[in-house]
């Protein structure tokens, strides 16, 4: 079945602009999570939704980032004023159900963010 | 911090060999994962040890736990050319769902 997908897989965008991250989870899995990789890094935990709310996002590097899931299947990432330091790989994540113990997560191939 | 942190860093080996990976952890955990990520697959589940066991096999990987130590290993058996990646322990602690990555060690398999 089809797994996590992440568009775009690459986003080139110069500093100050506002870009969008967009997140299709496996469907049916209620529970989504966004990660960010810097290189040579593990993933970084961002937020964590649970359906249409955020229900953990204290991940989050600033208020220049937010995310959101208004139907409770795709998710946008959304970041304004982009710096330099923002560069990173940006994951996305979905699993069945978080609160069951050992809950696995599928990643998907990740955006790879550059900002100029 | 739940955070686990592998070691070696990196490890280098020839397609056959067996390679190990050990894992440190300073947190209690739920559940020890231990994730792969490559360019072709991207970040990959590949298995979970819950805090009662203490050997876990799946295919050509066998993961061991020590609580009492706070360590786990990952040992891929008959190394292939397409193991190369990072590996990432994770320890999920006290939460269901926020995982922690460290560093991860890096396996090259040399065919």
């Known amino acids: 079945g089809a797994g996590v997908s992440q568009t775009p897989s690459n986003k080139v965008t110069e500093k100050g602009k506002y870009v969008e991250l967009r997140c299709d989870p496996i469907?049916?899995?209620?529970?989504l999570y966004w990660y960010r990789q810097s290189l040579g890094q593990g993933p970084e935990f961002l937020i964590y939704?649970?359906?249409?709310?955020?229900?953990?996002d204290s991940g989050l590097p600033n208020d220049r980032f937010f995310a959101v899931r208004p139907e409770g299947s795709v998710s946008t990432l959304k970041i304004q004023r982009t710096e330099r330091g923002d560069s990173a790989v940006y994951l996305c994540?979905?699993?069945?159900?978080?609160?069951?113990?050992?809950?696995?997560?599928?990643f998907g191939p990740g955006t790879r963010l550059t900002v100029l | 911090s739940q955070q686990g942190e592998e070691d070696p860093q990196a490890l280098s080996i020839q397609e056959g060999e067996n390679a190990t990976m050990n894992c440190s952890y300073k947190?209690?955990?739920?559940?020890l994962q231990w994730y792969r990520q490559n360019s072709g697959r991207g970040l990959v589940h590949l298995i979970l040890?819950?805090?009662?066991?203490r050997e876990k096999h799946s295919g050509r990987l066998r993961v061991t736990l020590d609580t009492s130590k706070k360590s786990s290993s990952l040992l891929i058996t008959a190394s292939r050319a397409a193991d190369t990646a990072s590996y990432f322990c994770?320890?999920?602690?006290?939460?269901?769902?926020?995982?922690?990555f460290g560093k991860g060690t890096l396996l090259t398999v040399n065919p």
């Open positions: 994540a979905s699993s069945p159900n978080p609160t069951l113990l050992g809950d696995t997560q599928y």
């Open positions: 469907s049916g899995h209620t529970a």
């Open positions: 939704f649970q359906g249409t709310g955020a229900a953990d």
């Open positions: 947190t209690s955990i739920n559940n």
């Open positions: 040890i819950r805090s009662n066991e």
């Open positions: 994770v320890n999920s602690g006290g939460s269901n769902y926020k995982l922690t």
